[in-house]
């Protein structure tokens, strides 16, 4: 035992019901990143990314906050509110510009993700093509058939997937072939 490990501790749980309160009380947002086409000057896709500022905290780091999330379940929560609300205001950009959403692993393993993507469609009007869902390639480390059924049911729905920050894990490109 040591006083820092206390206190690491207590820390990480004061966080945790930070974290459970702050969605109920509006303190996270959406950030977006534009990807642009080099060639035409376009946005082509903006990338939501969710930021939470913490009433004393103030600005608390995704680095810190979405591990807490992943680890108690909370990131189901956090991610169904992001994906409908970037969804809502994708929808009020112009037709050509996509918006990409994040999705953590946690996510692919609840049964409801599919329904979640239909639901915050059609709540806000964009279609399908609009909309793209990221995925890191821990996911495919996982290489379940669970996680294959989900990705097919969301080509189906037209959602693209695209493979966030590959290559800096351990994937492999049979991974990504499959």
Not at 59 to 64: I, L, M, R
Not at 106 to 118: H, I, P, W
Request: glycine fraction near 6%; charged fraction near 20%.
């Amino acid at each position: 035992f040591a006083m820092d490990m206390e206190q690491a501790v207590q820390e990480r749980r004061a966080l945790e019901l930070d974290l459970r309160d702050a969605l109920g009380t509006y303190q996270f947002r959406l950030n977006y990143q534009p990807l642009v086409d080099l060639r035409t000057g376009r946005v082509t896709t903006c990338e939501a990314l969710m930021r939470w500022k913490h009433p004393v905290r103030g600005e608390v780091p995704p680095a810190v906050f979405i591990p807490i999330a992943e680890e108690t379940g909370m990131i189901v929560a956090l991610g169904e509110w992001a994906l409908n609300r970037a969804c809502v205001e994708a929808a009020t950009w112009p037709h050509g510009v996509k918006v990409a959403v994040n999705l953590s692993p946690v996510q692919f393993k609840d049964r409801g993700l599919a329904l979640q993507v239909v639901t915050a469609l059609a709540k806000s009007g964009l279609p399908a093509q609009r909309l793209e869902l990221e995925v890191t390639e821990r996911l495919l480390l996982e290489d379940n058939d669970g996680t294959l059924a989900t990705m097919q049911q969301l080509n189906n729905l037209g959602v693209a997937l695209s493979l966030d920050d590959f290559g800096t894990g351990y994937s492999s490109l049979n991974y990504l072939r499959k």
